[in-house]
Antibody
Framework: QVQLVQSGSELKKPGASVKVSCKAS????????MNWVRQAPGHGLEWMGW????????TYAQGFTGRFVFSLDTSVSTAYLQISSLKAEDTALYYC??????????????WGQGTLVTVSS | QSALTQPASVSGSPGQSITISCTGT?????????VSWCQQHPGKAPKLMIY???KRPSGVSNRFSGSKSGNTASLTISGLQAEDEADYYC??????????FGGGTKLTVL
């Protein structure tokens, strides 16, 4: 069965960087796109973008360009989200979410458990 | 891309039906029939309930249905049950080949 296991919670100081991992299993990793979604405490879902796991080509939503980078290591079926120059407002739960099967567009369908990133001095 | 507009909260009694609206623009909701809805219980990851405006993934109850008119999509839950109490988010594909979520709606089952 499809499983996405994300790395554990992170506590970082402002200005630092963080790299969140999302390890996939149960399917061919390069066959399905991976979305990234942010949820700040007490707030709604924000779509950050997605990465084509076959080509490595990322697409970023407005507001998630520059400091946010999606990457892959296909040898270990893992997607990564790196955030640099962290700010307090980056404090949030970050989800990876694989696109569903046989949909026309890459809707987030299979979700990781989320990784809490806390930015505090 | 601005978030899609949803009511902050809706409520209903067990057995009743409720509808949650999701208003966007001609660049997202109105552009294609690529609107989805997901359900999120507290402390849990979201779950896809509706895709392509009206379709249900395997395993989702037929009490959940979707529709769209112009720039507004809607989710209807019929025969409300206690376990339906959750946050609901619409999500639309856009003309920029991106997605945008709605602000979310908290459903309370009275």
């Amino acid at each position: 069965q499809v499983q996405l296991v994300q790395s554990g919670s992170e506590l970082k100081k402002p200005g630092a960087s963080v790299k969140v991992s999302c390890k996939a299993s149960g399917y061919r990793f390069t066959s399905y796109a991976m979305n990234w979604v942010r949820q700040a405490p007490g707030h709604g879902l924000e779509w950050m973008g997605w990465i084509n796991t076959n080509t490595g080509n990322p697409t970023y939503a407005q507001g998630f360009t520059g400091r946010f980078v999606f990457s892959l290591d296909t040898s270990v079926s893992t997607a990564y989200l790196q955030i640099s120059s962290l700010k307090a407002e980056d404090t949030a739960l970050y989800y990876c979410a694989r696109e569903g099967t046989d949909y026309d567009v890459p809707y987030p369908d299979y979700w990781g458990q989320g990784t809490l990133v806390t930015v505090s001095s | 891309q601005s978030a899609l507009t949803q009511p902050a909260s809706v409520s209903g009694s067990p057995g009743q039906s409720i509808t949650i609206s999701c208003t966007g623009t001609s660049s997202d909701v109105g552009a294609y029939n690529y609107v989805s809805w997901c359900q999120q219980h507290p402390g849990k990851a979201p779950k896809l309930m509706i895709y392509d405006v009206t379709k249900r993934p395997s395993g989702v109850s037929n009490r959940f249905s979707g529709s769209k008119s112009g720039n507004t999509a809607s989710l209807t839950i019929s025969g409300l049950q206690a376990e339906d109490e959750a946050d609901y988010y619409c999500n639309s594909y856009t003309t920029s080949s991106t997605f945008v979520f709605g602000g979310g709606t908290k459903l309370t089952v009275l």
